[in-house]
């Protein structure tokens, strides 16, 4: 009886841990973005233009263009990095004329979406040798 009740609260607890983690995964922020020049997010290249970005706790971004004609997806990595500002922004990294972005806060709390670098960005980098980093601030 023991081993049946231990079972039980067992199975319990793992089925609580596996809600738990189901509910944060679907935790989604929004923010819209005005982003006046041209730049890429991993192998994709986007036009200057006000946009609408989705994120969810698994780390996949919804770039949306406000006047809804494109949708570019992009994987992302999950991480906890100081958002000193505490207000979503986003961080670009300029070489000479093109220009990645870097990291994506789309909340006033340390939950911060990195882009992975592409491999244009290293061979940019690798040419250039020159780095600028540029902040956008994005209007809820």
């Not at 609580?16 to 290249?45: C, E, K, R, W, Y």
């Not at 100081?82 to 990294?93: L, W």
């Amino acid at each position: 009886m023991r081993n049946l009740i231990k079972s039980l609260i067992a199975i319990a607890i793992i089925c609580a841990s596996v809600l738990t983690v189901s509910a944060h995964a679907q935790t989604t922020h929004s923010v819209s973005v005005t982003i006046p020049f041209d730049f890429s997010v991993g192998n994709m290249s986007l036009k200057a233009g006000a946009y609408t970005v989705h994120g969810n706790a698994s780390g996949i971004l919804v770039f949306t263009s406000n006047d809804e004609r494109s949708s570019k997806f992009v994987s992302s990595d999950f991480d906890m990095f100081s958002n000193a500002s505490r207000q979503p922004h986003f961080v670009f990294i300029r070489y000479g004329s093109e220009t990645f972005l870097r990291e994506v806060f789309l909340s006033g709390d340390n939950d911060c979406n990195r882009l992975p670098v592409s491999k244009r960005e290293k061979e940019v980098a690798h040419v250039s040798g020159q780095e600028l980093s540029l902040l956008t601030n994005p209007v809820r």
